[in-house]
């Protein structure tokens, strides 16, 4: 870096743009430092949510808090306003005269769900839906920010909006009428820096762009504290990861990583010919791979090392037999994306939920609940479950000072359920009541 600095005196700053993109991420990668800046991070519709001004204790649940505590069984959380004020056991927290008590006996409380990745495609309603279901904030990873106008001006009770703006890919785009295209390093750090502007707390980058691309978005994002995370398919994972990236939206995105080089640009080639061609062709790679190859092993232990997020939606792939209908491609794929989650996890990896909001195998409106019961199949703990809902992605949101968990001093986002997660995670379905900024939802 630093000679590309002292040359930087000698070229005009297009030259130097043009230079830094082709030098190998390797050696520019974004450094720990850089991402170390501290930026308060908001949802857009900071403002637009009320706070709760009651003192409110909420008596008898068993505290699950979302950092992977010892539950704590007849706990009492206090709320003041729209702040914890107080959580532990009933025999150590002193219920104020003021407080109204809510009886939760023989209830659960937990955070309130974060998913980072939920899409709107238009479905007027379903933030407000999600809410009710628990979930207080959503990411979504590649959308206008005028996309949520119509939800905000509801006057509905809608999640905590973490938006990204249109996700950045290159020519031609997979899904134009969310992409920006992105066609060289200005393009780059000028949208990068657009939309940090009006409010983006992520940065998407989509498969097309590429590795030089992906290190100039990186570099901008990261220079506001701001994340960055990827889908990807036609780019290998680490080589993109070593670009700066934070996240990885998607199992699938590690296809081309488990593959030998060879099938791996077989099927580069068909996607960059065709996008739609990713849509059975990623069955076909996931059906072949073998998750307990040295590869997958390398892959893993990179991705601990790196920090990574990774966000698997399964959700989104899900594939079910039918009686007399089965599919063995898929669902041998199926089984394989699940088992590498497993096997991640299991690894040290920092996974997290996302719900992909609108899937094939759950009623809308319940994808975050059908997430949360796929990760426990690929192999996760109920409680490791939980923690990827909610307190690991308030890591990845960089949100983790204020939400994620119940703890003092944090928001009262919460949701009660009927019945212990930690026994089956179905029970996440049934919703007694969620606390949205120190208020109920209705
Ligand atoms: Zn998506």
Redesign the pocket.
Known sequence: MSILKEYALYFSPCMLFVMMSVVSCKTTATSTAEKNIVRDIKEVNAGEITAGKKHIAIVGATIIDGNGGEPIANGIVLINGNTIEAAGSAGKIDIPNDAERIDAQGMYILPGFIDS?F?LDNMHGLPALFLQHGVTSVRD??AWMEAYDGERASGKMIPRLFLAGPHLDAPNPAYPYDAYIVRDSLEAVNVVERQINQGASVIKVYFRLSPALIHNVCTAAHKHGIPVTA?LEITEAMEAIECGLDGV?HITSFGLSLQSKREGEKYRQMVWADNNARKQGRYDVWSRININSKMADSVAGYLVRKGTFVSPTLGAFEYQPEKNNVDSTKLIAFNNMKAFTGKLKKAGVKIVLGS?SNIEYAELGWAFQREMELQVQSGMSNMQVIIAATMENARYFRIDHKLGSIEKGKIADLVLLKENPLQDIKAAYHIARVMFNGNWVP
Do not use: I
């Open positions: 990745h899409h990873p590649g889908h939206e992909h």
